[in-house]
């Protein structure tokens, strides 16, 4: 195990190497696809069960589902369960989902980041992993930053969460400036509001087809809870990306990135990788 963790570590560190060191944009998505869109769910929320995964099997697509640990309830574990057996990926958005004071009532103090410090932050993402595989049975998970923020007690747990080796890829909540290369364990992330109408979000993805990047979405509610987004919307997004499976590439996060780092494009000998575009800023998100 330890020998795994070490070389997890490397590998980690010399793929973060190679992806930013270059600008060049992807163009060899699997089967010729001209983009690359990534569809994911944070918190373990009702509607991602009633409304997100149904969709989503209908229209014969897969996501990702970053759960909260204590936001999962045990009627609930078993559809956990089936939905990652149908190809749906679940990941890691840790036990607390600890958030800047900021983000909460002045009263409540008990899941704010700077109430950790690294390592605890740290070993919560650990046992998180360890519910995950109890659910799904799979030994590697990725992760999402919660609020999209990688502090703990002020000091930033992301150059020891790499080090660790508890997670190859990270999913933020940020969206980059035009150019920005792709760093594997700080991956941007798009959002849209309840406002947003699926003409919106379906720009956002013409966007990454004209320029071959790739595009990572991101989701709370769905049709229900909160920051969501309507139902109409998230149906009609997944509509155009089914209508589109020749020309755009769907899966979920880990397998996007497991793709990214094992097929670099090739020019003059020198390997290139995906950078990311920006369409937008992103919205707020929890």
Not at 189 to 212: H, L, Y
Request: glycine residues 8%; charged residues 20%.
């Amino acid at each position: 195990m330890r020998v795994a963790s070490i070389l997890s570590r490397i590998g980690s560190v010399l793929l973060g190497v190679a992806l930013i060191a270059t600008q060049a944009q992807a163009r060899q998505w699997p089967g010729g696809r001209q983009a690359a869109v990534v569809l994911t769910y944070d918190d373990a929320l009702s509607s991602d069960l009633d409304v997100a995964i149904p969709a989503l099997d209908a229209a014969g697509l897969k996501g990702t589902f970053f759960l909260v640990g204590n936001a999962l309830k045990p009627k609930q574990i078993e559809r956990w369960r089936a939905a990652a057996a149908e190809g749906h990926e679940l990941g890691n958005h840790t036990i607390r989902h600890a958030c800047p004071q900021a983000n909460y009532t002045p009263a409540r103090k008990l899941d704010t980041s700077e109430a950790y410090d690294v390592p605890m932050m740290l070993a919560e993402i650990r046992t998180m992993n360890t519910m995950l595989t109890a659910i799904d049975g799979k030994l590697q998970h990725s992760f999402a930053t919660p609020c999209g923020q990688h502090l703990a007690g002020g000091v930033d747990y992301l150059p020891a969460l790499r080090a660790s080796g508890l997670v190859r890829y990270t999913r933020s909540a940020s969206w980059p400036g035009d150019g920005k290369a792709l760093d594997p364990m700080d991956v941007p992330c798009r959002w849209f509001d309840e406002k947003s109408t699926g003409a919106d979000m379906i720009a956002a993805v013409k966007s990454a087809e004209r320029s071959g990047g790739l595009l990572v979405l991101g989701f709370h509610g769905v049709g229900g809870d909160y920051l969501r987004v309507t139902a109409k919307a998230h149906a009609e997004l997944l509509a155009y990306l089914r209508e589109h499976t020749d020309t755009i590439w769907v899966a979920p996060f880990s397998t996007v990135m497991d793709y990214v780092a094992s097929h670099p494009e090739n020019s003059g000998g020198k390997p290139q990788f995906v950078p990311l575009k920006a369409t937008n800023s992103p919205t707020s998100s929890r």
